[in-house]
C-alpha cells in the first residue's frame, strides 16, 4: 500500500475511446464473465447487447419480455444466461448469446411495482431483489423459486447486496437504515446507520442508501448515495459511507465534492485494491473516480461525463464501460431540434481502456 498518487496514475489511469450512442436512456450494465458480452437495461423495456469482444463495441439485437424500465441486469458468473427486473415488478432469467431463445424462467409480479435493485450471490446460485413495495426478495436462480422474505417496514428499499459467505441480505432504504437478514433464521442480525444521506424537505424524502458493496476481503459495507441539501429541485453531495462488517460502526465518510455531485449510482473494486465508482447530479454534473479507500483523495478523476449511472469492468481487466447521458439533457425544453421538436434524452456507452494487467498487481 505503499504506491504514490504519481505510481497510481501511471498505472492505472484509463484512456477515453470513442462512445458508443444508443436511441435509448439505460440505466445500468455489465460485462458477462465471458468478456464477450456488454449487457444494459434499458428504459424501453430491452437489455441492450453489445459485441464487446474487438476493441469496439457493437450493437447486437437486443433482447425483449420486459414491460417497463429494466432496472438492472446481472450475467450469472457462468454459462450464458443473466437476470434482469424492470418498473413493473418483473424478474426473469434469460439467454444472452440467443435472443429468440425462451426465458429460462420468468416471474411477472416478483414485486408489486417497481424493482429498483437485484443483486447475485457470491456463489452464483441466489439472486436478491428489492423496490417499492418495501419488500426484499431472495430467489433461486435454477428455477426462479422464492426461498425468502423479508420487510422493510417503514420505507421502500433501495439497494440490496449479499454478505460475501452467502449467509446473509442486506437492504438500503430510503431513510438510510441498512438491515442485514441472516437467511438461515430470517433474523435481523446487524443494522447500519446511513440516515445521514436522508433529508426530508418540501413534503419529500430525498436521498437514501442507494448502492451497498462488500469490500473484497468482506471486513468493510461501503453505502453510496446523497448528503441532500434539499428536496424540490434535489441538490446534495456524492457520498460514500464505509462501515465495519462486523461491529456496524462508521468508520470513514467520503465526500465527493460540493451539492452540484448528486448521488453515488454505482461501485466497482477492481483487482488491484481500488473502488471505481460514479456520480450523477444536477444540472449535468457527472464524475468517474477511481480511489482507495485508505487515502485521502482520488488518484483519478473525471467530470467530462454528464450524469454517469453505472461502471462496469471488463474481466480482462483492460475496458472500463461507463453509462452517461448525453450532453445538454438539463430537461429544461431549451433544447429544441431543427424541426421544432424537443429530442429525448439519450445513453451514450463512453469506453475507457486501462493498462495492460500485468500493472495490475495488488498494492
Not at 10 to 25: A, I, N, S
Not at 38 to 54: E, K, Q, T
Amino acid at each position: 500500500m505503499n504506491d504514490d498518487i504519481a505510481s497510481l496514475q501511471t498505472r492505472f489511469t484509463p484512456k477515453e475511446g470513442k462512445p458508443v450512442k444508443l436511441d435509448r436512456q439505460l440505466s445500468a450494465a455489465r460485462f458477462t464473465a465471458c468478456g464477450k458480452y456488454l449487457l444494459a437495461a434499458g428504459h424501453d423495456g430491452l437489455v441492450r447487447r453489445l459485441d464487446a469482444s474487438g476493441d469496439e463495441l457493437l450493437e447486437l439485437k437486443p433482447l425483449a419480455g420486459h414491460g417497463g424500465w429494466v432496472q438492472r441486469v446481472v450475467p450469472l458468473p457462468t454459462g450464458d444466461v443473466a437476470c434482469s427486473a424492470d418498473s413493473w415488478g418483473q424478474l426473469r432469467c434469460m439467454s444472452f448469446v440467443d435472443e429468440a431463445a425462451a426465458p429460462r424462467w420468468a416471474n411477472v409480479a416478483a414485486h408489486a411495482g417497481w424493482i429498483l435493485d437485484l443483486a447475485l450471490s457470491p456463489n452464483g446460485k441466489l439472486i436478491a431483489t428489492c423496490g417499492v413495495d418495501r419488500a426484499v426478495r431472495v430467489w433461486s436462480v435454477a428455477d426462479g423459486s422464492k426461498l425468502h422474505e423479508f420487510l422493510a417496514p417503514e420505507w421502500e428499499a433501495l439497494s440490496v447486496t449479499f454478505t460475501p459467505d452467502d449467509a446473509s441480505v442486506l437492504a438500503g432504504d430510503l431513510s438510510g437504515k441498512v438491515r442485514q437478514w441472516e437467511l438461515a433464521s430470517g433474523k435481523i442480525t446487524r443494522e447500519f446507520d446511513a440516515s445521514v444521506l436522508h433529508k426530508r424537505d418540501r413534503l419529500q424524502d430525498v436521498g437514501g442508501a442507494r448502492r451497498l458493496l462488500f469490500s473484497p476481503d468482506g471486513t468493510q459495507l461501503l453505502c453510496g448515495g446523497t448528503k441532500p441539501k434539499g428536496g424540490g429541485f434535489v441538490q446534495g453531495s456524492a457520498t460514500l459511507l464505509v462501515f465495519e462488517a462486523v461491529t456496524g460502526q462508521l468508520s470513514k465518510t467520503i465526500d465527493f465534492g460540493g451539492d452540484e455531485t448528486g448521488y453515488v449510482t454505482d461501485l466497482a473494486w477492481h483487482p488491484a485494491g481500488f473502488l471505481m465508482l460514479t456520480t450523477s447530479g444536477q444540472p449535468g454534473n457527472g464524475k468517474l473516480v477511481f480511489r482507495r479507500l485508505t487515502d485521502d483523495a482520488a488518484f483519478f478523476e473525471t467530470t467530462k461525463l454528464p450524469n454517469c449511472h453505472s461502471v462496469a469492468l471488463h474481466p480482462s481487466l483492460q475496458k472500463l464501460a461507463v453509462i452517461a447521458t448525453n450532453a445538454g439533457s438539463s430537461g429544461n425544453g431549451r433544447n429544441l431540434a431543427k424541426d421544432g421538436t424537443y429530442p429525448g434524452n439519450y445513453t451514450p456507452i463512453h469506453v475507457w481502456t486501462l493498462p495492460s494487467p500485468e500493472a495490475a498487481t495488488p498494492m
